[in-house]
C-alpha cells in the first residue's frame, strides 16, 4: 500500500518502437481546478454517527445548485490515509471528485476517515474483518442496552443512511469508490449494501494479504515495501488526530544494502526502528501462517449477494495490487451469477488510471493516454449511468490491454472461454519446449542428439536430469538492476539481463516464434524441485526476449540496448513450506524430489513472431521479498547463524517434468 500522494510522481520516459501519442488539449492548472471547486461547491465537515455510538470525520461538497428540482447523488471514498484538507476554507486543488471528469460531471462527493484513524473516533483494525450477513444491515440493531456489531458494510451503510436524511438536494443514490485501501473499503461495502447504493467500484483493491497482495504473496513476506509503509502508517493513536509522524527517521539511499545491514527480520524491532510500537508489523509477523487471523481478513467469501453494479479496475504492471483486482472480479463473478461485474485491466502501475497523463511507461509507450481514455469512457459512463440515469453503459464483460500489441482488447469472459493451456517444459541446455518437442526428444536414445534442442554433439539428454543452483541468503538475487532508495516500480517490465548472468538463476527459453503467441489468463508454475535444506522460495518470471535485430531507440537518454532485452512479463514467488497447505507448512525432505506447483497472476500479453519466450527461476528476490533462512523455521525469531547456502535442484526428467503453462488464446 503506497503513501497517499505516492500515485502522482510522474514517469515520462522513452518509448519504444510504438506510434507517437497524440496531441492533447492542455490541461487545466491546479489553481484552475481549485477555482472550479470554489466556484461551484460548497464543503462542509461533519461527525457522522454509527450505530454502537462512534462518530468518523467526514468531508462532503455539496454543488451550489443542488435542489430538489437539480438533485445530484452522492459518491464517496473511505480512506484510512486522511479525507482532508481539513478547514471552512481549505479546498482541494485536484477535485473535488477523484478525477477531473467526474468533478465537471457534478456529485455530492463525500470523503470519511474510516473509524480509527485521523480524526474519526473508534479503533482502527488493519483489514477489518467481515462480520456475517446476519449480523449487519440497518434491520439488525441490537436490543437497547447491547453493544452493536459493526464492520465497514455497517459503517457505510450507517453512513450513507446519514447522508440521504441529513443533506439536501441528493436524489436518492449513492455510489462508492477507492484506490488500493480505499479499494478494500469499496468492496466491504457491496455485502448487504445499502439500498441506495447503486455503484462501486474496487481498484486495486486489497484483498488477500497472505496470499497475494501488499503483506505476503504465497505466504512470502514482502519486506521492501511493508518496512517502509509500517513505519509511516502504523503510528500508535490513542486519540483522533489530524496528523501522524513517522515512528522513526529513515533515510535510505541504497535499499538493498541497507536491508542486508538490518539482517534478519527480528532487528527490526531494535530500538531505533519499530522498537515492538508497531501494531500491525507484529500480528503480521506473529502470524506467519495462513492462520485465522489472515482468513478473517479475506474479503472475498464475503462477497455474495451483491447488489450494486460494480467496475474492478487495475494495472498489469501494479506492483502491489495487481492480485486484489483480478480476484475481487473472480469471487464476485463466481459467486453471483447475475450480478452486474465488469473488469478493467490497463497498462498502468499503481492508481496510474488517476493520473492526468499515462502515455509512457519506463522504455514503454502505449500511443495514447490510458488514463484519460479510461476515464472518459468508462468510470465517468458508468457512475453517471447509474447514479444519475445518463448516457448509456453497456461495455464488454472485460476491457483490457495487450501488453504485448498496445491495443485494447475486450471479451464476453475473464478468462477469456478459448484459452487452452499449453505446457513449455524445461529441458536440458537451456531449452524451453512444447509438448510435440518434449516427445520428439523423448523418443531419442542416449546417445542420439537433436541439433534443435542439443548444442554439443554427443549431448546425452537421459544423463542431465537436473539444473542446480546454490542459493546463499548472504547474497540475494536483487529484484532490480540498480541502486535505488525505494521499490523500482519498472521492475514490473525490467530487463532481465542483469539477472540471467548469475549462477543462481537458471534460464530457459524457446526457438524464435514462427507467428504471434497471446497469452490470456492465469499461469501456472509446475515445478520440480529439491533442496539440500528443508525449506526454500521458488521465483518464476514468464519473460519476452526481444530479436537481436531490434533497433536501439533514438534519441536514448537512459542508453538502452534493447536487441535481446528480456522484457519481464509476470513474475511471482512461492515460499516452499506451504506447497500443500498455506495453514499448515512442510519441511522438504533434503535432495528427494518434489513438486511445487503455483498460480501466477493473469497476463494479457502477445508475443510477437521473431520473439522468445523464456522463463528464468530462482530462489531470492532481495529485498523485495525477505530472505528464507532455507531451514524451515520461524523467521521472526531467525538469527544470522540460521541463514544457510542451499543447493535447489529443477529436474526435468520424465517423471519429474518441470513446466510452466500457459494459458493460450485461440485463433
Do not use: C
Request: charged share 20%; no cysteine.
Amino acid at each position: 500500500m503506497p503513501r497517499p500522494g505516492s500515485l502522482f510522481f510522474g514517469l515520462t520516459l522513452l518509448a519504444i518502437g510504438a506510434r507517437p501519442a497524440a496531441a492533447q488539449t492542455p490541461a487545466p492548472t491546479r489553481a484552475q481546478d481549485s477555482l472550479f471547486v470554489r466556484q461551484n461547491y460548497r464543503k462542509l465537515e461533519k461527525l457522522l454517527p454509527m450505530r454502537d455510538g462512534v462518530q468518523l470525520a467526514t468531508l462532503i461538497y455539496v454543488p451550489l445548485d443542488a435542489s430538489k428540482a437539480h438533485p445530484y447523488p452522492f459518491l464517496l471514498e473511505r480512506t484510512p490515509y486522511s479525507a482532508g484538507p481539513r478547514g471552512a476554507d481549505a479546498y482541494p486543488t485536484r477535485g473535488p471528485g477523484p478525477s477531473r471528469e467526474l468533478s465537471q460531471e457534478k456529485y455530492i462527493f463525500v470523503y470519511q476517515d474510516v473509524r480509527g484513524r485521523y480524526l474519526s473516533e473508534g479503533q482502527f483494525e488493519e483489514m477489518t474483518p467481515a462480520l456475517p450477513p446476519a449480523a449487519t444491515g440497518k434491520a439488525r440493531r441490537p436490543a437497547k442496552g447491547q453493544t452493536p456489531p459493526h464492520d465497514e458494510s455497517t459503517d457505510t451503510y450507517d453512513t450513507i443512511e446519514w447522508l440521504l436524511q441529513n443533506v439536501a438536494g441528493n436524489n436518492g443514490r449513492a455510489g462508492l469508490l477507492g484506490i488500493s485501501y480505499p479499494g478494500f473499503y469499496a468492496t466491504a461495502s457491496l455485502p448487504n449494501a445499502h439500498p441506495a447504493l447503486k455503484a462501486v467500484s474496487p481498484q486495486a483493491p486489497v484483498t488477500d494479504e497472505f496470499l497475494g497482495d501488499d503483506a505476503r504473496h504465497n505466504g512470502a513476506f514482502f519486506l521492501l515495501d511493508n518496512f517502509d509503509f509500517t513505519n509511516y502508517f502504523d503510528v500508535p493513536r490513542p486519540q483522533p488526530v489530524a496528523t501522524y509522524a513517522e515512528l522513526f527517521p529513515l533515510k535510505i539511499n541504497d535499499a538493498y544494502s541497507f536491508f542486508q545491514q538490518l539482517g534478519p527480520l527480528k532487528n527490526a524491532n531494535a530500538p531505533q526502528y519499530f522498537n515492538g510500537r508497531a501494531r500491525i508489523w507484529n500480528e503480521y509477523l506473529a502470524h506467519d501462517t495462513y492462520d485465522a487471523y489472515w482468513q478473517a481478513r479475506n474479503i472475498r467469501p464475503h462477497l455474495t449477494g451483491v447488489r450494486p453494479a460494480v467496475l474492478v479496475v487495475g494495472g498489469w504492471f501494479d506492483a502491489e495490487d495487481l492480485f486484489g483486482a483480478l480476484h475481487t472480479y473472480q469471487a464476485i463473478e463466481k459467486q453471483n451469477p447475475g450480478a452486474t461485474n465488469r473488469l478493467v485491466m490497463g497498462p498502468w502501475t499503481h492508481g496510474a488510471w488517476s493520473r492526468p497523463d499515462w502515455s509512457n511507461f519506463g522504455p514503454l509507450s502505449f500511443g495514447q493516454n490510458t488514463a484519460e481514455h479510461y476515464r472518459r469512457t468508462l468510470e465517468t459512463p458508468f457512475f453517471n449511468y447509474y447514479l444519475k440515469d445518463k448516457g448509456a453503459f453497456n461495455p464488454a464483460e472485460a476491457t483490457l490491454f495487450d501488453t504485448g500489441t498496445n491495443e485494447w482488447k475486450t471479451y464476453p469472459t475473464w478468462p477469456p472461454k478459448r484459452v487452452e493451456s499449453q505446457p513449455l517444459y524445461f529441458e536440458p541446455d537451456h531449452f524451453l519446449a512444447t509438448a510435440k518437442e518434449l516427445e520428439a526428444t523423448t523418443k531419442l536414445s542416449g546417445a542420439a542428439t537433436n541439433p534443435l534442442l542439443m548444442r554439443a554433439p554427443g549431448f546425452d539428454r537421459l544423463a542431465a536430469t537436473f539444473d542446480e543452483y546454490v542459493s546463499d541468503p548472504a547474497h540475494p538475487v536483487p529484484y532490480t538492476n540498480g541502486v535505488f532508495a525505494g521499490r523500482n516500480n519498472q521492475y514490473m517490465i525490467e530487463d532481465q539481463r542483469f539477472a540471467a548472468q548469475r549462477p543462481d538463476v537458471l534460464v530457459y527459453q524457446t526457438e524464435p516464434l514462427t507467428q504471434d503467441l497471446t497469452v490470456a489468463g492465469p499461469l501456472v508454475a509446475d515445478l520440480w524441485v529439491s533442496t539440500s535444506g528443508t525449506d526454500a522460495d521458488f521465483i518464476v518470471k514468464l519473460i519476452d526476449v526481444l530479436p537481436d535485430d531490434t533497433p536501439t531507440p533514438a534519441p536514448n537518454p537512459d542508453h538502452l540496448t534493447l536487441a535481446g532485452a528480456q522484457r519481464l512479463v509476470r513474475a511471482d514467488v512461492f515460499r516452499g513450506r506451504f506447497r500443500n497447505s498455506f495453514e499448515h507448512p512442510e519441511p522438504f525432505r533434503p535432495h528427494v524430489p518434489t513438486q511445487v506447483k503455483y498460480e501466477l497472476n493473469d497476463v494479457l500479453h502477445t508475443f510477437k513472431q521473431g520473439h522468445r519466450l523464456m522463463v528464468q527461476v530462482q530462489s531470492t528476490w532481495f529485498p523485495l521479498v525477505d530472505r528464507n533462512p532455507q531451514p524451515l523455521m520461524s523467521l521472526p525469531t531467525g538469527q544470522e547463524p540460521d541463514f544457510q547456502k542451499a543447493t535447489i535442484r529443477i529436474y526435468h526428467e520424465p517423471a519429474h517434468q518441470s513446466a510452466i503453462r500457459l494459458p493460450v488464446l485461440g485463433k
